[in-house]
Nanobody
Framework: QVQLVESGGGLVQAGGSLRLSCAAS????????MGWFRQAPGKEREFVTS????????YYADSVKGRFTISRDNDKNTVYLQMNSLKPEDTAVYYC?????????????????????WGQGTQVTVSS
């Protein structure tokens, strides 16, 4: 079992920045590809970004490319999402997730069904 706890959400003005953290406990964190998803009211859960175990390979949704950065610190069992130049359309609950599925490219981890463990989510609200 892996437990994931997100933090760092909040209210920010458009153009601002936030850094989300996802702390993992349980089984060996460094073995798992990780991802961030988000879900706005009335919408389906949406892929944001993914990262492989080493942290060297990342993949982003087009909507956040160039603005968001995913990283991980395997020594701290934590994955981060740095969000810059935030827009009102980034408003959502953000979830981190861990996958037990084998893969070689972070682009393979864009579907929620690829992930086994999920955090409880953290709210991000961007005001215009």
């Amino acid at each position: 079992q892996v437990q994931l706890v997100e933090s760092g959400g909040g209210l920010v003005q458009a153009g601002g920045s936030l850094r989300l953290s996802c702390a993992a406990s349980g089984r060996t964190f460094s073995n798992y590809p990780m991802g961030w998803f988000r879900q706005a009211p009335g919408k389906e859960r949406e892929f944001v970004t993914s990262i492989l175990w080493s942290g060297a390979s990342t993949y982003y949704a087009d909507s956040v490319k160039g603005r968001f950065t995913i990283s991980r610190d395997n020594d701290k069992n934590t994955v981060y999402l740095q969000m810059n130049s935030l827009k009102p359309e980034d408003t959502a609950v953000y979830y981190c997730a861990a996958s037990t599925a084998y893969g070689t490219r972070p682009s393979e981890y864009t579907r929620p069904s690829k992930y086994t463990y999920w955090g409880q989510g953290t709210q991000v609200t961007v005001s215009s």
